[in-house]
Nanobody, 122 residues
Framework: QARLVESGGGSVQHGGSLRLSCAAS????????MDWFRQPPGAEREGVAS???????TYADSVRGRFTISRDNAKHILYLQMNSLKPEDTAMYYC????????????????WGQGTQVTVSS
């Protein structure tokens, strides 16, 4: 069965760094589109970064230049390297997967992890 498990969250000071991991099982991350989302306290869930089956990446304006999404297909792990963290980055971070077609990523997400908490203090 398909499963995504996030890890690597924690509490850091502003300006610090964290590397989140998303371990996948039951499906291939290399042939799927993979995304990181986050949900700040009291706010809606928002997209953070994505990577498609061809390796192309997309970032939210708020994290571009500070965050990097990558994957290790052999280890079945999706990563999110977060540098220069700000208090506004505080959120529950989720990874998600959706199918990839000839015309790009499908609209709907098929698999979600349970999340890992990131807290950045000022």
């Amino acid at each position: 069965q398909a499963r995504l498990v996030e890890s690597g969250g924690g509490s850091v000071q502003h300006g610090g760094s964290l590397r989140l991991s998303c371990a996948a099982s039951g499906f291939s991350i290399s042939t799927n589109c993979m995304d990181w989302f986050r949900q700040p306290p009291g706010a809606e869930r928002e997209g953070v970064a994505s990577i498609n089956s061809g390796g192309s990446t997309t970032y939210a304006d708020s994290v571009r230049g500070r965050f990097t999404i990558s994957r290790d297909n052999a280890k079945h792990i999706l990563y999110l390297q977060m540098n220069s963290l700000k208090p506004e980055d505080t959120a529950m971070y989720y990874c998600a997967a959706r199918y990839s077609g000839w015309n790009g990523c499908f609209r709907d997400y098929n698999y979600w992890g349970q999340g890992t908490q990131v807290t950045v203090s000022s």
